[in-house]
């Protein structure tokens, strides 16, 4: 985090914020102007704020950075204000636009096309920036995102999530029927129920309904319904670990408020996550992406660690505890001596993708700290 925090500005903003890409001394990589601004900054915003609560408070910057990804996300990353997802979040684009144009969709993106999803994370994130002493914008941002997430919604079945995983938002032709992360649209419709925006009640409902009957029952199957999330994949059976974890992360925080069952659901996921997704490096056992990837990139071991650490907290296994510590341990070692990270331990230099580097990264060891205080004493 000190790191970071010496991190040189572009167009008002910490460069990490507006380029997916960099090396070690925060130089863009040249051939790699795509950019996934939802995931690397919503997932940043909520680095941030939980590490500014995690020390107290005490250091402004923590929270100001937060705040520079929240203006980037509703000053230069959304959709126009017409056509079928208007003025929402876009999932990919180019780190030399501002504002992004309009057919700025990037990586496996088609130029016109935005994933639903990623407008979840997104949404979420602003309104718990609104929360945190942000302006009101982040909160009318986020409502923005859930009303057009809300007017685009289908009660989903065993073979088609709520909404699809990529669309066209000026006309909504659909591309990929599973979109598996549909943990952060029910975190965005719970926060804005939270702030008395009725509205939101019944897809609310129809949501959860769909997560409860179809899509939890499904991890203890082929999991097909958390086939894609990643922006750079396209693959329709393409299965993640990293919405199966987030899942699972949302039934530990909120237990019987959320899903009467969730120890038994939570250890359906995460044993699906454990039988699909991990493997062995160094004797230790880390958890790589997805079916088309694997390798233990930052952002998902780090997500593993933590959430195998609150699943372990809530159930009482040392055994558990154990492993997920040494996972986040491995991940830690790709921090050199001057506070740079790797995106992943096997990369040669310093940087790489951001949120596999830093912005996913952060909140995973937050979520570890707070379940087992004394991991964070000094050895």
């Not at 507006?18 to 795509?34: E, K, N, Q, S, V």
């Not at 909520?46 to 937060?66: C, N, T």
């Not at 504002?99 to 700025?104: E, I, K, M, T």
């Not at 990270?341 to 949120?355: A, I």
Request: glycine share 8%.
């Amino acid at each position: 985090m000190k790191f970071y925090q010496q991190c040189p500005a572009d167009h008002g903003y910490p460069r990490f914020v507006l380029a997916t890409f960099l090396d070690g001394g925060w130089t863009p990589i040249p051939d790699r102007t795509d950019t996934i601004p939802a995931t690397q900054n919503g997932m940043g915003i909520l680095s941030y704020l939980k590490f500014h609560e995690l020390r107290g408070k005490q250091d402004p910057w923590f929270l100001q950075a937060a705040r520079s990804m929240g203006e980037y996300l509703v000053k230069e990353s959304l959709t126009p204000k017409t056509g079928q997802y208007p003025t929402f979040t876009r999932s990919t684009g180019k780190r030399d636009q501002f504002p992004l144009h309009a057919d700025c969709g990037s990586q496996a993106d088609r130029p016109y096309e935005i994933e639903p999803d990623k407008g979840g994370i997104a949404g979420y994130a602003l309104v718990l920036l609104f929360e945190a002493g942000g302006e009101r914008k982040y909160l009318e941002q986020g409502l923005q995102n859930a009303r057009v997430l809300a007017a685009n919604q289908k009660d989903g079945d065993a073979s088609h999530s709520p909404w699809p995983f990529r669309t066209d938002y000026r006309n909504g032709e659909d591309r990929g029927p599973v979109s598996g992360n549909m943990t952060y649209i029910l975190r965005l419709y719970d926060v804005l129920l939270a702030h008395g925006y009725e509205e939101f009640s019944a897809p609310r409902h129809s949501l959860w309904k769909w997560i409860r009957r179809f899509q939890i029952p499904d991890a203890a199957a082929d999991g097909g319904l958390f086939a894609q999330f990643f922006e750079d994949h396209d693959t329709p059976t393409n299965r993640t670990a990293w919405a199966p974890l987030n899942l699972a992360r949302y039934l530990l925080e909120k237990r019987e408020l959320l899903d009467p069952e969730w120890r038994a659901d939570s250890g359906t996921l995460i044993e699906f996550v454990r039988r699909n997704f991990t493997h062995a490096e160094f004797g230790i056992t880390v958890c790589h992406e997805q079916d088309e990837d694997r390798q233990a990139w930052g952002g998902i071991n780090a997500t593993y660690g933590a959430v195998l650490a609150l699943y372990a907290k809530a159930t009482g296994s040392s055994t558990l505890a154990s492993e997920a510590r040494q996972a986040l341990d491995f991940t830690l070692y790709s921090i050199d001596d001057q506070g740079r990270p790797r995106d992943l331990f096997k990369s040669p230099v310093p940087g790489g993708w951001q949120e596999d580097a830093h912005t996913d990264v952060i909140h995973n060891y937050v979520d570890a700290l707070r379940a087992f205080p004394d991991w964070g004493a000094a050895r």
